[in-house]
């Protein structure tokens, strides 16, 4: 089948200003990260806040630019490009945010909201995109006769809905995702991920699902790749990363979803400690300072992505 999207060594480093003296700090958001998706599949990107997913979603859109690395979308190169080369990126991947309200203009109504990507990217006639808009409005489970109102009328799922209605409008062919349903009451998060998976299927659509809620990503993932500090430590199908995680951080994070029984997740490894500021982080293997697993060799020599087998990559040195 064929790739959506393939990212490949990709790389952004910051400069900030902070500390005593404002002094000019780099910072490695993301370090090297590389993963394809297939077309009408899932990814998701899983990790603790900090840990470099939203910025990954941000350089593929190209809100902003890598510092290295190739980004190929729909068999194009677009970490290179130039600013007004990035029509066909703006038309095949659109993005949907956490919080809907921040991201919906409350002047506008329902229909112009929704419309606005048809006016910023088709030479479609008013009416043309109108009738759009409502079409879409019954896609996405809202009604046309919603259509002349404004976005602060609507419940939280219900401003989500219009979100990706917005997003969907144009035919995307890949949504960026990001923490989707975070916001969201867990009852109304299941109805916004069964519509995703529903419009994955009706529209033959490829999600890149960046969350930081394991039992989230259980419900809406395909495959799965964990970041830590800017690097992903583990790639595979989300059964494989569920089942049989390899990683010590996967490991740990899969032992902290709740669930029913107990007894049915292997033997419990809990997180210790915090996240390392990303300003300075630790040499070698970033997990390091929180792996129950650390030797010598972890402190010094950073560990490579190691391919298991078709379906699952790991980076520790102690995988084998
Ligand atoms: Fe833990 Fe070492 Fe593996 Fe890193 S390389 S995850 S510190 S065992
Ligand atoms: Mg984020």
Redesign the pocket.
């Known amino acids: 089948s064929n790739s959506i999207l393939k990212v490949e060594n990709l790389k952004k480093s910051f400069q900030i200003a902070g500390g005593l003296f404002q002094k000019r700090q780099h910072v490695n958001a993301v370090i090297d990260v590389s993963f394809e998706i297939e077309e009408g599949t899932t990814f998701s990107l899983v990790g603790e806040?900090?840990c470099g997913?939203?910025?990954t979603?941000r350089l593929i859109t190209r809100l902003i630019a890598p510092t290295s690395g190739s980004i190929v979308v729909d068999g194009k190169e677009v970490a290179t490009a130039k600013h007004s080369d990035l029509k066909h990126l703006r038309q095949t991947v659109q993005m949907i945010f956490?919080d809907p309200y921040a991201s919906l203009n409350p002047r506008m109504k329902v229909k112009e909201l929704v419309g606005e990507p048809l006016e910023i990217h088709t030479k479609l006639s008013k009416a043309e995109r109108e009738k759009l808009v409502l079409e879409m409005l019954e896609v996405v489970g809202l009604n046309a006769e919603q259509a002349d109102r404004y976005a602060h009328e609507f419940s939280g799922g219900q401003r989500q809905r219009l979100g990706i209605a917005r997003a969907l409008i144009t035919k995307p062919k890949l949504i960026i995702a990001?923490?989707p349903v975070s916001a969201l009451d867990v009852s109304i998060q299941s109805q916004i991920l069964n519509l995703l998976k529903q419009l994955q299927q009706e529209f033959k659509i490829s999600y890149l699902f960046?969350s930081?809620d394991l039992s989230v990503v259980e419900h809406i993932s395909h495959y799965i790749g964990v970041m830590y500090l800017g690097t992903i430590v583990e790639i595979g199908r989300k059964e494989t990363i569920f089942n049989d995680p390899k990683h010590p951080y996967t490991q740990a994070l899969i032992a902290s979803v709740p669930i029913a029984d107990p007894t049915l997740r292997k033997k419990k490894k809990v997180l210790i400690g915090d996240i390392p500021n990303p300003k300075n982080p630790p040499s070698g293997c970033t997990f390091h300072t929180r792996c129950p697993l650390a030797s010598d060799i972890c402190k010094q020599v950073i560990p490579e992505m190691k391919k298991m087998n078709e379906e699952q990559s790991v980076a520790c040195h102690f995988v084998n």
């Open positions: 806040s900090g997913k939203s910025t979603g956490q990001d923490e960046i930081h």
